[in-house]
């Protein structure tokens, strides 16, 4: 039952899809709608549910044709009393907002008959809206409460199917009625074959000729499509895995196309030129689904196995058990095309119970042959993969794989005597029960490699730009993050479609699942005294990443673009582009708020939770937020000054929300709280751009020429290029005595404090070499030795040399 109704499933698939596009346009269409044509349809929607009721409730036995049909129209009502209701809504805001406009009456101020007409016009309208909005949601609640009880009716009826017990093929009384009935079932099919035939004949040849040349151009375009995709796939991406999955999935929708595009053009020829009745309508129609399954049978099977190009094959089968199993695909698609397509036949022609059990017969005997077929020759490759080691022919096999020809022969043994014991019903869905996992098993698993490769180029392409822009190793590891959950929340989201799809209930039509599946999705469920709309969740979810992704690409623009060009400095520049990111997260926060249905006047309590956890536990980082938001508006310190705190000197590389990174002269990091530098007292060196004071300090012997000396340190320091002028270096003579000698004092000024160091050290490597020319010696040094006396003694005597050492030349 499954794979015959997978097509209708899909169909309502596609048309739920669509939804959507059709609830944007909703708001448009209710500017059209009057009254009197809401009414009409709530009227029309509202008999068409009593109805539906009246059918389920009467003692008359309705089959399962009939609930399929009122499914479908309990969905078609569910549909546009969901179109109306959001179309009203508009409307009723409108008037509600001009009502508030009016403002309320005053008794003691009397209104203007104008005014008055216009405020008792505007409620009666109010009034129909809001009755009509609530009859809306009210039919669209039984609609989907009635289509829950068809669902049962459905199921149960399928279940009574499953026990009941018909005349066995090889019985002599079903041939019995199979010849009694057959003819005139064949009469009836006979006059549907005239009909169809009557219809093209009265088709002109133009038109033949230009649905003739449509069709050569449609389909031969996907034909050379299918032929050309491997060299699109080589040209147009990186070698990588992903080639592979991207033929793979571009040449299932080809050959789904090809036929369902080649029956599509028969049935719009057919529909434009000729009148078809009603029945023969729907038979085009499911023969255009048909088509689209057989396509798409033919293509996911001629994808997984490959076998003339075994490089672009996806799961790791065997190139040998690829070529033997190479036509089954195309066999699976014509027979379950023709099985589904008989189904119908059977239906427009109200045929008898005989014809449609030698049908169903001969439908579920070809299937079983072609799964034994399968499982057989996957048993003969396992038992060859085992003898791997004598038969250098065998190719080897995983492990699982040896488990799928057991299922299979049991599913087809079971399938068999269900059969030939006389429960038809049971060994077909035994049968299709193994179509619907192979169909959905190996969709899934193309899917996922899909998924898969793409997430693996998405990785490789965010490494490579991470290298060639240099990008730093928070921004790749975030984006990589990023990718790695989007994509595995994706694959997990498959796994679970897939899954559910497997596990579907007995009886179950796929069409029905989809619709509740996306009903929960649009209409949300109640967990308590909370109420979650999954379709808001997405919603809020988009409105995140995508102001995230706005807030990030304006914040590189103003760091990138404008303010480089205003008069801000660096320091500045980071500071303000902090400063603009807080206030739009701030916004973006408020937009997921809205999303969710969530507006700031209801966050109150979410308010008053945060005081009372500021007063107790997030005092701290309130604070250190705060005194963030303080440094950048003041900005007391700025990125890259030289701030000296808590004992700790440093450069100022980030100020965050919460704390300030400075960078160690030996290159560590040191993470400081923002509160630090408000609440305490903080050295910047760098600020209000000071100059840098270097000092040098000489001890030279007492004979020494003081004014040489003085020369050559003024020569030394004038000579640095670093040196200002203005202040001018200057030398002095700080003490001089018989012991310590002369004490020289030099200093200079540098443009900044971090040229002091090496400007220091160049004046006294220049200081030293002079000295060496003009034989000028530096103080003695004293130095102090501890020797011991004789190891006789019982106790050491200290004594202290004094040397001196002169200045080596």
Not at 36 to 47: F, G, I, V
Not at 479 to 492: M, P
Not at 780 to 797: C, G, H, I
């Amino acid at each position: 039952m499954r794979v015959s109704d997978c097509l209708s499933g899909f169909r309502t698939w596609l048309f739920r899809a669509l939804f959507g596009l059709m609830l944007i346009s909703a708001s448009v269409q209710a500017l059209e709608l009057s009254f009197a044509e809401s009414q009409t349809q709530l009227d029309l929607s509202r008999q068409s549910i009593q109805q539906i009721q009246e059918q389920l409730s009467s003692p008359l036995t309705v089959d399962d044709v009939d609930l399929a049909s009122l499914r479908n129209e309990l969905i078609a009502t569910h549909e546009r009393m969901q179109i109306l209701a959001l179309s009203l809504e508009p409307e009723l805001n409108a008037v509600q907002a001009r009502l508030n406009e009016l403002g309320k009456q005053d008794e003691e101020v009397a209104e203007t008959d104008a005014l008055r007409v216009q405020r008792q016009q505007l409620l009666g309208t109010q009034s129909q809206l809001d009755g009509q909005l609530k009859q809306a949601k009210l039919l669209a609640i039984e609609a989907t409460q009635l289509q829950d009880q068809v669902i049962q009716r459905r199921r149960f009826l399928f279940q009574q199917q499953l026990g009941m017990r018909t005349q066995p093929l090889v019985s002599v009384g079903f041939w019995e009625t199979v010849q009694r009935d057959v003819p005139t079932d064949w009469q009836k099919l006979s006059a549907v074959f005239q009909e169809i035939k009557a219809s093209f004949k009265e088709v002109s040849k133009w038109a033949w000729l230009v649905a003739l040349g449509a069709a050569v151009v449609l389909v031969g375009g996907l034909v050379f499509i299918a032929m050309r995709l491997p060299f699109f796939a080589i040209t147009h991406t990186k070698p990588s895995r992903l080639r592979r999955s991207f033929h793979a999935v571009g040449l299932i929708a080809v050959y789904t196309l090809i036929p369902g595009v080649l029956f599509t053009i028969i049935d719009q020829l057919l529909r434009s030129n000729v009148g078809l009745s009603d029945q023969l309508s729907k038979l085009m129609a499911q023969l255009v689904w048909a088509a689209y399954l057989a396509g798409f049978v033919s293509g996911l099977g001629r994808v997984l196995l490959a076998p003339n190009r075994p490089s672009w094959r996806l799961p790791p089968i065997p190139s040998k058990l690829a070529e033997r199993l190479s036509p089954l695909p195309y066999i699976l698609a014509f027979l379950l095309a023709l099985g589904w397509l008989s189904q119908q036949v059977l239906i427009l022609i109200n045929a008898s119970l005989s014809t449609t059990l030698l049908l169903n017969s001969i439908n579920i005997l070809c299937l079983n042959a072609l799964i034994g077929f399968v499982a057989w020759t996957l048993g003969r490759s396992v038992q060859r993969s085992r003898r791997i080691d004598a038969d250098p022919g065998a190719e080897w096999l995983p492990p699982w794989f040896m488990t799928v020809p057991i299922v299979l022969m049991m599913a087809v043994t079971s399938s068999f005597l269900a059969f030939f014991l006389g429960y038809n019903a049971l060994s077909g869905v035994i049968v299709q029960e193994v179509l619907w996992l192979v169909l959905v098993v190996g969709s899934a698993y193309v899917v996922l490699a899909l998924l898969t490769d793409i997430g693996d180029s998405l990785m490789l392409w965010v490494r490579e730009r991470s290298q060639e822009y240099h990008w730093p190793v928070s921004q790749f590891r975030t984006r990589s993050q990023i990718t790695l959950l989007l994509t595995g929340a994706v694959r997990v989201w498959v796994v679970v479609m897939a899954a559910t799809l497997v596990f579907l209930p007995f009886g179950e039509h796929p069409g029905d699942w989809v619709h509740k599946r996306l009903g929960f999705l649009l209409e949300g469920f109640n967990v308590g005294q909370l109420y979650i709309k999954p379709s808001a969740l997405l919603s809020a979810l988009s409105v995140l990443l995508l102001g995230v992704l706005v807030v990030r690409l304006l914040q590189k623009w103003l760091m990138e673009r404008f303010l480089p060009v205003t008069s801000l400095d660096p320091g500045m520049r980071g500071s303000t582009a902090n400063l603009f990111s807080y206030v739009a997260y701030f916004f973006v926060f408020a937009a997921v708020l809205s999303s969710l249905g969530i507006g700031l006047d209801r966050m109150a309590w979410i308010i008053s939770a945060l005081s009372v956890g500021i007063g107790f536990g997030l005092q701290a980082v309130v604070q250190n937020f705060v005194s963030g938001l303080i440094l950048l508006a003041e900005r007391p310190i700025k990125v890259g000054d030289w701030v000296s705190v808590n004992g700790a000197d440093g450069n100022v590389r980030k100020i965050n929300a919460r704390a300030t990174e400075i960078e160690m002269f030996d290159r560590s990091t040191l993470i400081v709280p923002n509160s630090e530098f408000i609440t305490k007292s903080v050295r910047n060196v760098t600020l209000s751009n000071p100059l840098g004071l270097v000092k040098i300090q000489l001890t030279l012997p007492i004979s020494t020429d003081a004014k040489k000396v003085r020369e050559i340190m003024l020569t030394a320091m004038s000579e640095q290029a670093e040196v200002l002028e203005q202040p001018a270096p200057a030398v002095s003579l700080d003490g001089f005595d018989a012991n310590s000698g002369l004490v020289f004092g030099a200093s200079c000024y540098v443009a900044s404090p971090r040229q002091v160091s090496n400007v220091r050290s160049a004046i006294l490597f220049e200081t030293l070499d002079r000295f060496r020319q003009q034989a000028l010696a530096l103080h003695p040094t004293q130095v102090m030795s501890l020797q011991a006396t004789e190891p006789t003694l019982k106790s050491s005597v200290v004594t202290a040399e004094v040397h001196e050492k002169k200045y080596a030349k």
